[in-house]
C-alpha cells in the first residue's frame, strides 16, 4: 500500500535569503524607546513601506519610490509577505469624488465588503451593482468600482518593506501564477519569486506595461518561518492603509477608447486575500 507523499516541486532551493532587522545591533531597551518614539510619528498601526510603481508607455522598469526619492529597476527579486484584494469606487473622474478627495467614495481593503465613507453604509462587493460588468459610467463592458490587488513584499539583506499595486491588466496573469505555486503545495511565503515588465499592446493599440511573475526557488525552512511571522504582522496592520488612485496605475488607462476594458478581470479564484 503507498503512503501519500508531500507534491513534488519543481523549484530549486534557494542557498540563502537574508531578513534584515534595521534595529540590530541596538540593545533592547534602546530599541524600545526607539520604536515607542517613532510611534508619535506614525502610529503603531500604519506600514511604512516604498512602493514599487509600473509606468506606462514603452519603458519596461519598475519606479520604487520613498516618497521623496525614486529609482529604477528592471526586475524585482523578492518574497511575497502577504497580498490582497481591494476595490475601489470613483464616482466621477478616476481618482477624484465630488468634494475633490482623491480618495474612493466607497471602498474594500479585502475585496468582500465595501463601505461608503460618507455614508457609513457597508455593501457585499459580490451584489453590489457599481460591480458588476457592464456597469462602467462610460457606457463600455467594465465595472464602475475598481478591482486591485496589492503585494507586499521583502528583498534579500533590505530591511525595507515594499508594496506593489498590481496593474488591472497584470493580474489575470499574477494569479495564475500564485496558484499555480501554491498548487504544488507551497505557500507562496516559502518561495523567492522575480517580478519583470514585460510590453503588450491592448485591444485599442496602446501599449502597456505587463507584470510577470517568475519563482526563482524554495526558501530555506529558517527564512520561511521568519517570513511567516512577518506576515502576521503585515496582515494585521494593512487595514489601516488608504486606497489611492495610483493603486489602480491610473497612468495606464487614460488613453483607450474603452477605459472599462481594463477592469474586464475575471473573478479571483485564489485561496488567499
Known amino acids: 500500500m503507498k503512503t501519500a507523499n508531500k507534491p513534488t516541486t519543481d523549484l530549486a532551493p534557494v542557498e540563502s535569503f537574508m531578513i534584515v532587522d534595521r534595529y540590530a545591533g541596538l540593545d533592547e531597551e534602546a530599541k524600545a524607546e526607539l520604536l515607542d518614539e517613532m510611534n508619535d510619528f506614525s502610529g503603531e498601526n500604519t506600514l511604512v513601506y516604498k512602493t514599487i510603481k509600473v509606468p506606462s508607455g514603452e519603458t519596461p522598469v519598475f519606479i520604487i519610490s520613498d516618497g521623496e526619492e525614486s529609482d529604477s529597476a528592471k526586475e524585482i527579486e523578492g518574497v511575497i509577505i502577504f497580498t490582497h484584494r481591494l476595490n475601489g469606487y470613483w464616482p466621477n473622474a478616476m481618482g477624484s469624488t465630488p468634494d475633490g478627495d482623491k480618495a474612493p467614495l466607497c471602498s474594500s481593503m479585502d475585496g468582500i465588503t465595501g463601505m461608503n465613507r460618507e455614508t457609513g453604509e457597508i455593501r457585499d462587493c459580490a451584489t453590489c451593482p457599481y460591480n458588476q ?28 518593506l515594499y508594496m506593489l ?12 501564477q500564485l496558484t499555480k505555486i501554491l498548487g504544488k503545495g507551497i505557500p507562496y511565503t516559502g518561495i523567492l519569486i522575480g517580478l519583470k515588465l514585460q510590453k503588450a499592446v491592448n485591444a485599442n493599440r496602446i501599449t502597456y506595461n505587463k507584470v510577470i511573475l517568475e519563482n526563482r526557488g524554495e526558501l530555506p525552512p529558517s527564512v520561511a518561518a521568519q517570513v511567516k511571522a512577518l506576515r502576521t504582522e503585515i496582515k494585521r496592520k494593512y487595514m489601516e492603509q488608504a486606497i489611492t488612485p495610483e493603486d489602480y496605475a491610473v497612468e495606464q488607462t487614460t488613453a483607450p477608447a474603452d477605459p472599462g476594458a481594463f477592469t474586464d478581470i475575471p473573478p479571483e479564484e485564489l485561496p488567499f486575500s
Open 165 to 176: 499595486s498590481v496593474p488591472p491588466t497584470s493580474i489575470r496573469d499574477i494569479n495564475k
Open 133 to 160: 460588468f457592464g456597469s462602467s459610467r462610460d457606457g463600455g463592458k467594465g465595472k464602475a468600482c475598481k478591482n486591485m490587488r496589492r503585494m507586499y513584499l521583502i528583498q534579500n539583506n533590505d530591511p525595507d
